[in-house]
Nanobody, 119 residues
Framework: VQLQASGGGLVPPGGSLRVSCTAS????????MGWYRRAPGKQRELVAT???????NYADSVKGRFTISRDNAKNTVYLQMNSLKPEDTAVYYC??????????????WGQGTLVTVSS
């Protein structure tokens, strides 16, 4: 199973950006999917998660600005980021809880995509 993230880039403060992440390979089902980020000099932190049924959870720092969504048919999770701030600058990583057989579930991570918020 592989997770491929895309959509990062440079955006000015107050701007918007959408990143996406698609899982491929031997996938029976995907349970929770999520986005994490690691800012320069900081530890990785949770940004948002979404269950297979669409229940979402957000870090306080992004509530009201970021929206996580998913397309189960495409095994893809999205993160729409609005009103971006310089402190949102980080490498964003996606992850997914993938059921590969009836009795086996593993957590996979994408390679990360860099989001830079700067004028």
């Amino acid at each position: 199973v592989q997770l491929q993230a895309s959509g990062g880039g440079l955006v000015p403060p107050g701007g918007s950006l959408r990143v996406s992440c698609t899982a491929s390979g031997r996938i029976l089902r995907i349970n929770n999917m999520g986005w994490y980020r690691r800012a320069p000099g900081k530890q990785r932190e949770l940004v948002a998660t979404i269950s297979s049924g669409g229940t979402t959870n957000y870090a306080d720092s992004v509530k009201g600005r970021f929206t996580i969504s998913r397309d189960n048919a495409k095994n893809t999770v999205y993160l729409q980021m609005n009103s971006l701030k310089p402190e949102d600058t980080a490498v964003y990583y996606c992850n997914a809880e993938v059921v590969v057989t009836t009795f086996n579930e593993y957590v996979y991570w994408g390679q990360g995509t860099l989001v830079t918020v700067s004028s």
